[in-house]
């Protein structure tokens, strides 16, 4: 079964502060996602990465960055944390074949 | 890029009738079409998907209908149970790149 893995559930940081957000998958596979949910707002696309150091934005890059070094690792990057950065983020992984999204279990973020 | 709409966003039945989740895209070029049912607390986990050369799919209580010519696609969900209560994403994506999500719907099911 596809695992993939966010290493923190919860996170508080402060406002200005730099956060990495990290998720592992351990099926190989090509394409590697980073998600925001707010509630009523759906999933949201930051970041889409369909290769080793090969990344391209979604819909809402702003404030963020991602550091793909290693197929299985994907690394959500905020440079200087903002409290509307407060949110659930979403790993997911999939095959560049075709196959569907496997998401991780998520990761709270809070900034204050 | 894609836009995908989603209705109902919230959505209350009695146990053992019928739901109905719709969800509109606005790419043509848009080929899978995903439903992800989240869990309270939990990840969003896959239950059915459609690919734009079929128009319906089953799976015991559930099915999805896709309308390639009006852009729509549809989750339906029968005999419903306490259980199957949680919040549903649509999404669509074209070759299984970037994915796109409705906003969500809650169903509550009603013991």
């Known amino acids: 079964d596809v695992k993939v893995t966010q290493s923190s559930r919860y996170l508080v940081k402060r406002t200005g502060e730099k956060v990495f957000l990290e998720c592992v998958q351990d099926?190989?596979?090509?394409?590697m996602f980073w998600y925001r949910q707010d509630p009523g707002l759906g999933l949201r696309l930051i970041y889409f990465?369909?290769?080793?150091?090969?990344?391209e934005k979604g819909d809402i890059p702003e404030g963020y960055s991602v550091s793909r070094e290693k197929k299985e690792r994907f690394s959500l990057i905020l440079e200087s944390a903002s409290t509307n950065q407060t949110s659930m983020y979403l790993c997911?992984?999939?095959?560049?074949?075709?196959?569907?999204?496997?998401f991780g279990n998520g990761t709270r973020l809070t900034v204050t | 890029g894609e836009n995908v709409e989603q209705h109902p966003s919230t959505l209350s039945v009695q146990e053992g009738d019928s739901a109905v989740i719709k969800c509109t895209y606005s790419?043509?070029?848009?080929?899978?079409f995903p439903w992800y049912k989240q869990e309270l607390g939990k990840r969003p986990q896959l239950i059915i998907d459609?690919?734009?050369?079929?128009g319906e799919k089953k799976d015991q209580r559930i099915a999805v209908t896709l309308n390639k010519t009006a852009k729509h696609f549809s989750l339906h969900i029968t005999e419903t149970q306490p259980e199957d209560s949680a919040v549903y994403f649509c999404?669509?994506?074209?070759?299984?790149?970037?994915?796109?999500f409705g906003s969500g719907t809650k169903l509550n099911v009603k013991p």
């Open positions: 790419d043509s070029a848009s080929n899978y």
């Open positions: 459609i690919r734009s050369n079929v």
């Open positions: 999404a669509a994506t074209y070759n299984f790149n970037k994915f796109y």
């Open positions: 990465s369909y290769d080793v150091k090969m990344k």
């Open positions: 997911a992984s999939n095959t560049r074949g075709g196959s569907p999204l496997h």
């Open positions: 099926m190989d596979h090509e394409n």
